[in-house]
Each structure stands twice: as C-alpha cells, then as structure tokens.
C-alpha cells in the first residue's frame, strides 16, 4: 500500500512505557466445545482469533463486558495530539495513516446520510496498557473498546500475525485496523449495543451466531474501506486481507487447535465467510451490503 507522505490521524493516543493499573482482565479457561477446556496453545490461538477482528479481550476471558465496567477516572492517563505515537516507527506511522483513511472513508459515508461521524481514538501501548475496557495485553492483541470508543493496539502483534498465522503484509495490518474501526461504527449507530440486549434473551449457541453476523459485518466495512482506497493500493494487497481472513476464520483455528470444528461456538465465522464478506464490501463499495443481519446466506 502507499501510505508515505500522506495524512496522518491526530486521533491518536500513547501509552508507550506507562504500563498499566493492574485491573484484572478475569481469569478461567476457554471452553471450545466438547467436555473441558482446551490446553494452552488452542487457548492462545482462540484469544489471538477474537481479539484481532472483533470481541474485546474482557468478554472472551470472562472477566469484564464488552460494554466495560472500569470507571473512566481510573484509567491510566494518554496523550492525545497530532504525531502521538505516530512517529515512533514505520510500522506505528502506518497505522496512524491507515486511521486517517478510515476517518476520510466513514465521514463521507455519514455526510451522505445527513449525519457527523464520531472519530475513534488510536491508542498504543506496549506490553501492558489500560481501556476503559479494563488491562488491555499484548498476549491478547488489538481490539475495540466500546466503553471508550478507542481502538488499542500494541504494535508488536503484527510480527504474530505474520510469524504465528502467516499473515503477513502492510495490508493485512490495515485489515486489521480496517476490521476495529468496523466496529466503531457498529458502536455509535446503536447496533452493537442493541445485539449485546438480544444476546442477553437468547441461548449461548444463538448468541454466537449473532456475534459471527457482527464479525463478518466488520469484515464487510473493512472490505469497504479497502475499496475507497484502491488508487493507493499496490498489487497483492488485496490478497494480503484475503490471506488474514483466512487464517484466522474460526473452523480453520479450531481445526488447527483441536483438530476438530464446533459450529456451534464459532463467534467470528468461518474462513470462507470471513473472505466472503470482505470481498463483498471490496467489490460493492455499499455499507447497505454489508448488512449480515438480514442475509439469507452468511
């Protein structure tokens, strides 16, 4: 992708070397289906899975909801401001472009409606950081805090998503980014927390099935985005997304993690679905395609 010399967002935080306040992110093992829990390894790749392109850490840990529960005045203090933590590498300057880019997409798509979009925060941190989500870790790698509408990213995980998933690329990085920012629309146009009320009245089993709609939605609007950026994009780019939402669709984890698939459990869809969906929102340009909740086929 070309990103050099473009704009950078100032929607960008820094908790680089302040660590975190020690807020637990809840303890417990994973379930995957089946009787008992899964060892540790099935556990690592099942967090990296949930927290690349969707849930926050805090639900899947069992610990805190996705709505969050630690008060604002508790978290540790950012910096806000134009270049913060943008300049600290290639790879940080990057993601602050990719960002921009965002914000350039989802503000034409409001206006058009008639509505102002809400920017979401950057946030990096490195090792340990603190959302309004709760400790946010490395170990469990980016994701979006709806209670802050912040997206946190230590930057480091992109060297996991190569070397452990084999999804490597600057544009797989952006998916990602892409993928977080998919959910901040969900977010401030009311859908996230309207799903997280029909989750509440439903089985565990009809939840996770809603939470996969929500999952391959973000894909879509990162699909989207990826297409109002085209001009800059660099052949193989596409495929680059196409191989991360590969590697990361929920049969394909569970296979490689236990070597079997529980449908039942998946909350993010399968590998198919996953390049399905981005393909979609790539080729139509259309944020009303994107609409997984009343599909007849995901």
């Known amino acids: 992708m070309r990103w050099r010399g473009r704009r950078m967002s100032d929607n960008v935080e820094d908790q680089t070397g302040r660590g975190g306040m020690g807020f637990p992110m809840g303890g417990g093992r994973l379930p995957i289906g089946g009787k008992g829990g899964m060892g540790c390894g099935g556990l690592v790749i099942v967090i990296v899975l949930a927290l690349v392109f969707g849930v926050d850490p805090m639900q899947l840990l069992g610990g805190l909801s996705q709505q969050g529960s630690v008060p604002a005045q508790q978290q540790a203090p950012a910096t806000p401001g134009e270049g913060q933590g943008c300049e600290r590498s290639d790879l940080h300057r ?4 990719v960002l921009a880019d965002t914000e350039d997409t989802w503000n034409r798509f409001f206006k058009q409606s008639g509505q102002d979009y809400p920017e979401p925060t950057l946030v990096f941190y490195a090792g340990v950081g603190q959302s309004g989500c709760g400790t946010a870790q490395s170990a469990t790698g980016p994701f979006y805090c709806p209670a802050d509408q912040k997206i946190y990213i230590d930057t480091s995980f992109f060297d996991q998503l190569e070397n452990q998933l084999g999804a490597g690329g600057d544009f797989a ?35 996770n099935a809603l939470q996969v709609k929500m999952e391959l939605q973000a894909d879509c609007y990162a699909g989207l985005w990826a297409r109002t950026v085209q001009q800059q994009l660099e052949p193989g780019d596409i495929e680059e997304a196409l191989t991360a939402a590969n590697a990361i669709g929920d049969d394909r984890l569970q296979r ?37 909740f009343s599909a007849r086929k995901l």
């Open 256 to 292: 490689q993690s236990q070597g079997y698939v529980v449908p039942d459990s998946f909350t993010h869809g399968t590998s198919a679905q996953r390049m399905s969906w981005f393909k979609r929102g790539y080729e139509t340009g259309d944020p009303n395609q994107c609409d997984t």
């Open 173 to 207: 990085q952006a998916y990602v980014i892409a993928h977080e920012v998919g959910h901040h629309v969900q977010t401030i146009t009311g859908l996230s927390n309207q799903l997280r009320q029909q989750q509440a009245r439903v089985s565990k089993a009809e939840g």
């Open 94 to 97: 990057f993601s602050c472009t």
